[in-house]
C-alpha cells in the first residue's frame, strides 16, 4: 500500500520560515517524481516544486528563489524548505509522487499571517 505522509505546515508570520516533509512508504522512491502542489480556498491546485528522480528540479515563478525543494532517498523523504514566506502562500501543501501512476498525499495546512 502506497502511502505519503505531509508533515510541518502550520501558522507562521510574514517572512518566516517552514520546512514541509513528505516521507513516503510502498514505493521505490528513489524510482519517482517529486513534486509538491499547493491549493488555495477557491483556486486550483498549482505545482510549487518539483524534483525528478535523478534530482533535477522545476519551480513554480511565484516561489522560485524562496522555496528549496530537496529529497533524501535513503529516508524515502522530500522536503520543501519554505523562507520568506507570504500571505500568498497560504494554501493545502500536497506531495505527489509520479512515475507510470501518481499518488498524492492527504495534504497540511500552511496559514501565513501578514
Known amino acids: 500500500q502506497v502511502q505519503l505522509v505531509e508533515s510541518g505546515g502550520g501558522l507562521v508570520q510574514a517572512g518566516g520560515s517552514l520546512r514541509l516533509s513528505c516521507a513516503a512508504s510502498?514505493?521505490?522512491?528513489?524510482?519517482?517524481?517529486i513534486g509538491w502542489y499547493r491549493q488555495a480556498p477557491g483556486k486550483q491546485r498549482e505545482m510549487v516544486a518539483r524534483i525528478s528522480n535523478i534530482g533535477g528540479t522545476t519551480y513554480a515563478d511565484s516561489v522560485r528563489g524562496r522555496f528549496t525543494i530537496s529529497r533524501d532517498n535513503d529516508k524515502n523523504t522530500a522536503l520543501l524548505q519554505m523562507d520568506a514566506l507570504k500571505s500568498e502562500d497560504t494554501a493545502v501543501y500536497y506531495c505527489?509522487?509520479?512515475?507510470?501512476?501518481?499518488?498524492w498525499g492527504q495534504g497540511t495546512q500552511v496559514t501565513v499571517s501578514s
Open positions: 510502498g514505493i521505490i522512491f528513489s524510482q519517482y517524481n
Open positions: 505527489r509522487a509520479a512515475r507510470v501512476y501518481e499518488y
